[in-house]
């Protein structure tokens, strides 16, 4: 049995799309901004656990506990706030339509203002994913100007 017949709501054409596929810049740009920080929140996500991973010998349970102050909204209101200067035309733009559109849901531990924040800064992460320009993406996570 194939996929598609499988979970026909996952494919909507045959083509099946490689695990780290880019994306073309235009395309990636037109995206909804919340499914751009949809993905943004995910690749976020594992950014943290891998640094976290890499850089000490912690159990599951502090990991959990340390990722989770990175990536909540109020972690990633408090980096947008580093990282806002850096950004180019492109990002900032990304971050402005992800900051102001309408999300399907709304925080439980943060401020509207945070969550907003937190919104437009994983739509920009989304996007680079996306669009496959890992470099940038750690070049503003990791705080390192190049």
């Known amino acids: 049995m194939r996929f598609i017949e499988i979970f026909p709501f996952v494919c909507y054409n045959e083509r099946m799309v490689k695990f780290n596929e880019t994306m073309p810049r235009a395309r990636a740009r037109g995206m909804n901004a919340v499914v751009l920080a949809f993905v943004g929140d995910a690749a976020y996500s594992l950014y943290v656990r ?37 950004l180019t035309e492109e990002e900032r733009e990304i971050f402005l339509r992800g900051r102001n559109a309408k999300k399907p849901t709304k925080s439980k531990n943060a401020t509207v203002a945070e969550y907003n924040l937190s919104t437009g800064f994983e739509a920009v992460i989304g996007f680079l994913y996306l669009v496959g320009d890992y470099a940038r993406m750690d070049e503003l996570l990791s705080g390192e100007n190049t």
Do not use: C, H, N
């Open 50 to 86: 891998e640094k976290l991973v890499f850089s000490a010998d912690y159990k599951t349970g502090m990991l959990q506990k340390l990722s989770a102050a990175q990536v909540s909204a109020k972690g990633q209101a408090a980096l947008w706030e580093r990282i806002e200067p850096r």
